[in-house]
Structure formats: C-alpha cells, structure tokens
C-alpha cells in the first residue's frame, strides 16, 4: 500500500446519504423562509458542518436560523435514513480489502457522531466501524475546509498526515485534506470533477479506487 492510513469521509463516500438529506435541508431552510433548492444545498452546503450552514444563512440574510434547526432537521434526516439509506456501491468490498490486507482505516466526517451511527447502523457498515475509526467535526473546533478534522483523526491514529490519504466528495473536504498535507482522492459520483480539481486523483466508482490506493 501507498499508505499507512486510509480516512473516509462518510456522507456521500460511505453511506449515500447526500442525495437525502440534501433535500430534506432545501425543505427545512425554505420552510424558514430562505428558498433554497435541492441544488442550491448540494452547491452550499455538501460537505458542511451544521455551524458552517447556521453562519452562511446569518451572512446572507442577516437572521439567525432557530435554535431547534439541528434537532429538527436530524430527527427528519434519521427518519429518512431508515427508510431509504443505503451503502455506496463497492465500498464494503473496499472495507473487506483494507482489513485483509491490515491496513488502518477510519472515517472523518462533518456529521455528528450520531448521524455517522445511526447511518452506519442502517447500512450494516456498523461492523467496520468501532468507537476507535470513528472522527466527527464535534471533536475538533472547526469543521472543513479546516484542516483540524483530518489532522486530528490521524493522531489519534497514530499516522503522520503526509502517509495518509483522504477520499472525499466534496469541495470542502478536498480542500480540507490538501490543508492537511494529505493526498486525496475525490469521488465524483455526485459532484462534478471541476469541483474537485484540488485533488491528488478523481475516480467515479469505489471498483477503481483500490488501484489507485496500491
């Protein structure tokens, strides 16, 4: 392997989750009054920690989004979670491949260490997860595009950054993971390739991305 550690990001890279609650954080925020279309929230906010979307709302706007936004917005999302979520295509054949092979992997996400459990959990990726691969932007004190979250999950690792790589869908965490000192792959599934131009290599399928590790 090329690396001594690999990290995921989760939303759109394990757990096909963006397409949800994407949609479902357009209807929130519309809801409040600050119209928002699907790919409005996929331009804004993939990616984003929930400060991040409360400060970009505020800037705009000038008004504060209520303080229940997050609980509201997370007991919709988990609700859809359980009836449509779903494991990216390939990725657990890629899980399967690192652990044969020994090599470390974890997960760093945006989301809260619920919303990475609860997705995980749906999906059955529960078994490649314990409490020790699993990173939220709750631990750190800046979400992406901060390198903080990357850098963090590799000391608790163990693993100097510049031996790690990233593989990310978002700009936002490209751009998070070249702060960080790391290579980077970016999945393009979802998110168009000049989007992430930032990144060490782009691949659009999880069957392409074991060559690109090795």
């Known amino acids: 392997m090329r690396y001594d550690l690999v990290i995921f990001d989760n939303d759109g890279v394990l757990v096909d989750s963006e397409p949800i609650s994407n949609r479902l954080l ?38 504060a989004l209520p303080a229940d936004f997050d609980d509201v917005f997370h007991a919709r999302v988990f609700a859809a979670f359980q009836r449509e979520l779903k494991p990216v295509a390939g990725v657990a054949d890629v899980l399967e491949k690192l652990t044969a092979d020994g090599t470390p992997y974890c997960v760093a996400s945006s989301g809260s260490h619920e919303r990475i459990r609860v997705g ?37 690792m163990g693993v100097a950054p510049g ?16 702060a960080a000192g790391m290579d980077v792959y970016g999945f393009t599934a979802m998110t168009p390739a000049d989007r992430l131009t930032e990144a060490t290599q782009l691949f659009s399928r999880f069957d392409e991305l074991m060559d690109l590790l090795i």
């Open 163 to 178: 031996r790690c790589v990233v593989v990310e869908d978002s700009p936002l965490g490209v751009q998070a993971a070249v």
């Open 120 to 156: 995980h959990r749906t999906t059955g990726l529960d078994r490649w997860f314990d409490e020790d691969r699993i990173f939220s932007s709750q631990d750190v004190g800046r979400g992406k595009p901060a390198p903080d979250l990357f850098l963090h999950a590799a000391e608790r």
């Open 26 to 63: 357009a209807a929130q925020l519309t809801e409040l009054g600050h119209p928002t279309s699907y790919e409005d929230s996929i331009r804004d906010y993939m990616g984003s920690a929930m400060h991040r979307i409360h400060d970009l709302v505020l800037e705009r706007t000038g008004r």
